[in-house]
């Protein structure tokens, strides 16, 4: 349970309420213990699952991340990571699906380099189209476009998800002005994912006016993982709630803070 969160502010995904606006992956930590622990200290209540790299039981035999996660505590998003194609990334979801029986939320994502991981927004928008049709709550993972995010949202996408930058590059937030747009034309749940380096980073996301981020990376390859964790999950409040609270205007000369009409010399 997150104490700190606002109850009457909660996050809806799918018709869903959520208190937590903090998303945490699950690779890269060291293993499931240190996966456990951070998630916990984030507060994160919807976890991402790489159905490529987590066994999920598809592996009999070998570790499965829902007996340290288990399906009853978090909502477990399976994402489509590593897929290249609409084809790939439908398939994935579809076995998810299987796995989880009938589990329907899911994060899609198609890359088309390998390099930046930016998406394949063609690719994308076909396999949402496709998965949609199917009865799936797809959050989509695609580019901080604005034209591109509506479009999205319009073929009936429950989150979209622009990036801040780079997958795990740490970089931040490098192009406010394309969020804001997105965020002030968006009807669903607008979620930062990828390229959040610290705290400071998902605040900002969070002043913006974004519904949550998404992180793996900045948590997982910290120093101190669970730490960061805890880090991460007070900027999301304090960001929300700056947000909410509405930040004084910017101005290029000085405004005393108390007046000096009246006072004594």
Request: overall charge negative; glycine content about 8%; charged content about 20%.
């Given at each position: 349970?997150?104490?700190?969160?606002?109850?009457?502010?909660?996050?809806?995904i799918a018709g869903k309420s959520?208190?937590?606006?903090?998303?945490?992956?699950?690779?890269?930590?060291?293993?499931?213990?240190?996966?456990?622990?951070?998630?916990?200290?984030?507060?994160?209540?919807?976890?991402?699952?790489?159905?490529?790299?987590?066994?999920?039981?598809?592996?009999?035999?070998?570790?499965?991340?829902?007996?340290?996660?288990?399906?009853?505590?978090?909502?477990?998003?399976?994402?489509?990571?590593?897929?290249?194609?609409?084809?790939?990334?439908?398939?994935?979801?579809?076995?998810?699906?299987?796995?989880?029986?009938?589990?329907?939320?899911?994060?899609?994502?198609?890359?088309?380099?390998p390099r930046t991981l930016f998406?394949?927004?063609?690719?994308?928008?076909?396999?949402?189209?496709?998965?949609?049709?199917?009865?799936?709550?797809?959050?989509?993972?695609?580019?901080?476009?604005?034209?591109?995010?509506?479009?999205?949202?319009?073929?009936?996408?429950?989150?979209?998800?622009?990036?801040?930058?780079?997958?795990?590059?740490?970089?931040?937030?490098?192009?406010?002005?394309?969020?804001?747009?997105?965020?002030?034309?968006?009807?669903?749940?607008?979620?930062?994912?990828?390229?959040?380096?610290?705290?400071?980073?998902?605040?900002?996301?969070?002043?913006?006016?974004?519904?949550?981020?998404?992180?793996?990376?900045?948590?997982?390859?910290?120093?101190?993982?669970?730490?960061?964790?805890?880090?991460?999950?007070?900027?999301?409040?304090?960001?929300?709630?700056?947000?909410?609270?509405?930040?004084?205007?910017?101005?290029?000369?000085?405004?005393?803070?108390?007046?000096?009409?009246?006072?004594f010399f």
């Amino acid at each position: 349970m997150n104490p700190t969160a606002d109850h009457d502010d909660p996050l809806i995904i799918a018709g869903k309420s959520y208190r937590s606006r903090l998303l945490t992956g699950t690779g890269k930590f060291k293993d499931f213990e240190q996966t456990r622990l951070a998630t916990e200290a984030a507060g994160a209540e919807i976890v991402t699952v790489a159905l490529r790299r987590m066994n999920l039981g598809q592996n009999p035999g070998e570790p499965n991340l829902l007996d340290v996660l288990p399906p009853d505590r978090y909502t477990l998003l399976p994402n489509t990571a590593g897929c290249y194609t609409a084809d790939d990334a439908v398939r994935t979801c579809r076995l998810a699906r299987e796995l989880l029986d009938g589990h329907a939320l899911v994060k899609l994502e198609v890359l088309g380099d390998p390099r930046t991981l930016f998406p394949d927004v063609v690719q994308t928008l076909q396999a949402a189209e496709i998965l949609v049709a199917e009865g799936f709550q797809v959050m989509v993972y695609t580019s901080d476009d604005p034209i591109l995010a509506k479009r999205l949202e319009q073929i009936g996408c429950v989150a979209v998800m622009p990036l801040a930058a780079p997958i795990g590059s740490g970089l931040g937030i490098q192009n406010r002005w394309n969020l804001l747009e997105i965020v002030e034309n968006a009807k669903v749940p607008i979620l930062v994912d990828a390229g959040v380096g610290t705290a400071s980073d998902a605040a900002i996301a969070m002043e913006l006016g974004c519904d949550g981020v998404l992180m793996n990376t900045a948590i997982a390859g910290a120093r101190d993982p669970i730490l960061m964790a805890s880090a991460m999950r007070k900027a999301i409040e304090a960001g929300r709630e700056a947000f909410r609270a509405g930040r004084i205007p910017r101005k290029r000369h000085a405004s005393a803070s108390s007046p000096i009409d009246g006072t004594f010399f």
